[in-house]
């Protein structure tokens, strides 16, 4: 069984650029959440998809979106990066109450 | 809606000593908790859960809490810590989302320093 895997683990973007995260769940679970991690805080829910759509969304502006595919892999995209997207892009997966999370994507925003 | 309180920022302690971090929060409905690990550069490692049941869960590498529907609280603890226990701690609760799944929401986080 893998586990949840994200790519790439660290990128730099400029102020206006358009950036695309990448993540593999877990095997068997049809389930993905995005959460954005600032630096000393707490993981913030983005959104969730299941079996391809929007499942829920957090506080997030409509620049932040998503996608599932039908082998439940996801991707993060975020136009127009702002210096405070900087952040620990987590990828959890799930298939009931416990999530799992992957490593995460280091992204600063210059 | 709900949120989560984590009191202490930061905990220092001596290894082999005890230690307890502290979490609060406030929910109208029932809830599932957790407790979360995050070491250096590295995404969450689920350390318990608390779903129905007994109130003390036990989860991994010693750690154990107690969930106290009263006092709203959800207590991480450990008898004897080790320096590898040095790491981020995030409380979180479990919130159903309109379409069916759950998200979680986090608390700011511990830092647990372990000290020779």
């Known amino acids: 069984e893998t586990g949840v895997t994200q790519s790439p683990t660290h990128l730099i973007k400029t102020r206006g650029q358009q950036v695309t995260l990448r993540c593999s769940s877990q095997?068997?679970?049809?389930?993905v959440s995005w959460y954005q991690q600032a630096l000393g805080q707490g993981p913030q829910f983005i959104f969730q998809?299941?079996?391809?759509?929007?499942?829920g969304r957090g506080n997030f502006p409509p620049r932040f979106s998503g996608l599932q595919f039908p082998n439940y892999s996801s991707e993060l995209n975020v136009n127009a990066l702002e210096l405070d997207d900087s952040a620990l892009y987590l990828c959890a997966s799930s298939a009931g109450t416990e999530a799992f999370f992957g490593q995460g994507t280091r992204l600063t925003v210059v | 809606a709900q949120s989560v309180t984590q009191l202490d920022s930061q905990v220092p302690v001596f290894e082999e000593a005890p230690v307890e971090l502290r979490c609060n929060y406030s929910s109208s409905v029932s809830v599932y908790l957790f407790w979360y690990v995050q070491y250096p550069n590295q995404g969450l490692q689920l350390l318990l859960k608390y779903l129905s049941g007994s109130t003390l869960v036990k989860g991994i590498n010693g750690f154990e809490a107690e969930f106290n529907k009263s006092q709203t609280s959800f207590h991480l603890r450990k008898p004897s810590v080790h320096i590898s226990d040095t790491a981020e701690y995030f409380c979180a609760v479990s919130r159903k989302l309109t379409g069916g799944g759950n998200k979680l929401t986090f608390g700011t986080g511990t830092q647990l320093k372990v000290e020779l």
């Open positions: 095997s068997g679970h049809n389930t």
């Open positions: 998809y299941y079996r391809e759509e929007e499942n």
